[in-house]
């Protein structure tokens, strides 16, 4: 919340300054010090490992901030280093898929890359969701330590783009601009709270607290220009290293007892994801923002207030 912290001379004030600006996100895998609003906090403990930190994926919350033009989102928790996929779908303009199709090779409407739409086709979404883009983000040793990320459209092949080993052979770091589309990742695996293993309800003030993870700076304009007041969804999941083995760890969450949903939403292998459908768990596996819901911290606002209208203020100062 902001304060307004207001001056007085003597008898007289003389205008109220807005609180320090929160300064500009750092891009760093850490939320600390970048104004973050809380969006969606882990439900649900993990199924696919509890990092310490390494050796395991949670997500434990989601955070984000909008700022000159740009959303940060900010998942914090692990993501283990065996090419584990972190896959966040963004529902951000008309249209979409509700229902994941294959790829265009294979009589779908999706791009090829990373052979994400031929293992996800079938997948549904809750109802209100309909995918637009989606950003694969994954790590692990293969010719060295590296971490790739894919940003794609979902529902045409209108853009593709891959880049492989974004943090100079390094598992973690941070990277402005990995992508042409402008799209920017930083990632800190140092996280050891946060949820424990299993499929428990999760310490939910233990996750929040998690101040690490993934955090991404993707401009609007990669993701259709969605407006002022425009509603963006995130639907954010953690998959195996093939896109065929959903793991229990998606924001929003799914419901406390939940185990990994596998590829047919009850923990079974299938070699694809196609039977798990979101409709099927309580509450809703995707989160929600606003674009104006988290204004611009006001710049050095200065107010000229009269000695008339701050007596209120006056007495509290005086007290
Ligand atoms: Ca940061
Ligand atoms: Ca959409
Ligand atoms: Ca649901």
Request: proline share 3%; net charge negative; with cysteine.
């Amino acid at each position: 919340m902001k304060r307004l912290l207001c001056l007085a001379i003597g008898w007289f004030t003389v205008g109220c300054l807005a609180a320090a600006p929160v300064s500009a996100v750092t891009l760093d895998g850490s939320i600390a010090g970048d104004g973050y609003t809380l969006a969606a906090v882990q439900t649900v403990e993990t199924q696919f490992g509890d990092a310490s930190p390494n050796g395991g994926s949670e997500l434990d919350a989601a955070w984000v901030r909008f700022q000159a033009g740009t959303l940060y989102l900010a998942l914090t928790g692990n993501l283990e280093s065996n090419f584990n996929k972190l896959n966040v779908f963004i529902d951000s303009v008309a249209g979409g898929e509700n229902v994941i199709t294959n790829d265009t090779a294979s009589g779908g409407n999706n791009p090829t890359n990373n052979g994400w739409a031929s293992k996800h086709a079938g997948l549904t979404f809750d109802t209100a969701f309909a995918a637009d883009y989606l950003i694969i983000l994954r790590n692990g040793n293969f010719g060295g330590n590296r971490f790739d990320l894919d940003f794609n459209t979902v529902g045409n092949t209108g853009l593709v783009e891959a880049s492989t080993d974004i943090f100079s052979g390094s598992l973690t770091g941070s990277n402005a601009s990995a992508v042409a589309s402008g799209i920017g990742v930083a990632f800190n695996n140092s996280n050891t709270g946060g949820v424990l293993g299993g499929t428990g309800a999760a310490n939910q003030a233990a996750a929040e607290a998690v101040q690490t993870g993934i955090e991404l700076a993707i401009p609007l304009s990669a993701i259709g220009n969605p407006g002022s007041g425009d509603t963006i969804r995130i639907s954010a999941m953690i998959n195996g290293s093939n896109h065929d083995y959903l793991s229990n760890q998606v924001l929003g969450g799914l419901p406390a007892g939940m185990g990994n949903l596998g590829g047919d939403g009850t923990g079974g292998f299938t070699g694809t994801v196609s039977g798990v459908n979101f409709n099927n768990f309580a509450g809703s596996q995707y989160f929600e923002l606003r674009t104006a819901a988290v204004p611009e911290p006001a710049t050095l606002l200065f107010l000229g207030f009269g000695l008339f209208g701050l007596t209120g203020v006056r007495r509290k100062i005086k007290k």
